[in-house]
């Protein structure tokens, strides 16, 4: 089956304490991206990447970091995470100019 | 940058009204996406667009790139079509620019039977 895949789903963590969220795709796409939503300030693009070792910023890098090793996978890693990344995030992908399928969600809490 | 507008911000109808959502954008783009999310919260692309109309089942979107608008009709509407839906462009009209999406804030439609 055609999908994004996140991992994990909910997570609860507290400040200072690196984590990575995982997203994975299994259609060969070239364009993966991870968005944040929150109440009031909908979507926003974190970082993209438009292939292998291509990346780049999207409106609210600060505070994030991507890699893109693999076609398959975009990792978000938070160093340092802190309460204002607090959010629901979202990976997606697509090939080249066409439409993009989402992943099913990250829930992160920061205390 | 581009700013996005979507209104109504809410909207509720009665099973088998006629819904439109509308989206205006202050920069001309390539591509309009048009995204469904349900209260589980997930996401899936409804539309992209980048002139005219297109149709899936009950679901149309039109754009006018002149005026840098766009709208999403739903015919016939269903409980089931209760969902916000969101409206995205790209930055801008080319390159990896094209890759740089802003959302609107939604529009959160309850159809009730």
């Known amino acids: 089956e055609a999908q994004v895949t996140q991992n994990p789903r909910y997570l609860i963590t507290v400040t200072g304490k690196k984590l990575t969220v995982t997203c994975s795709q299994n259609m060969n796409h070239e364009y993966m991206s991870w968005y944040r939503q929150d109440p009031g300030l909908g979507l926003r693009q974190i970082y993209y990447s438009m292939n292998v070792e291509v990346t780049d910023k999207g409106d609210v890098p600060e505070g994030y970091k991507v890699s893109r090793k693999e076609k398959r996978n975009f990792p978000l890693i938070l160093e340092s995470p802190s309460p204002n990344q607090t959010s629901l995030y979202f990976c997606?992908?697509?090939?080249?100019?066409?439409?993009?399928?989402f992943g099913p969600g990250t829930r992160l809490t920061v205390t | 940058k581009n700013e996005v507008e979507q209104s109504p911000q809410n909207l509720t109808a009665q099973e088998g009204e006629f819904i439109t959502i509308n989206c205006s954008y202050s920069?001309?783009?390539?591509?309009l996406h048009w995204l469904q999310q349900h209260p589980g919260g997930g996401i899936v692309s409804l539309f992209m667009?980048?002139?005219g109309k297109k149709k899936h089942g009950r679901l149309i979107a039109t754009i006018n790139i002149q005026e840098k608008h766009s709208s999403l009709h739903i015919t016939a509407s269903h409980p089931r079509d209760s969902a916000v839906y969101i409206c995205?462009?790209?930055?801008?009209?080319?390159?990896?620019?094209?890759?740089?999406?802003?959302f609107g804030k939604g529009t959160k439609l309850s159809v009730i039977p």
């Open positions: 995205a462009v790209p930055g801008d009209y080319s390159g990896a620019g094209s890759y740089q999406l802003t």
């Open positions: 997606a992908s697509s090939p080249p100019g066409l439409e993009q399928y």
């Open positions: 667009l980048s002139s």
């Open positions: 920069v001309g783009i390539s591509a």
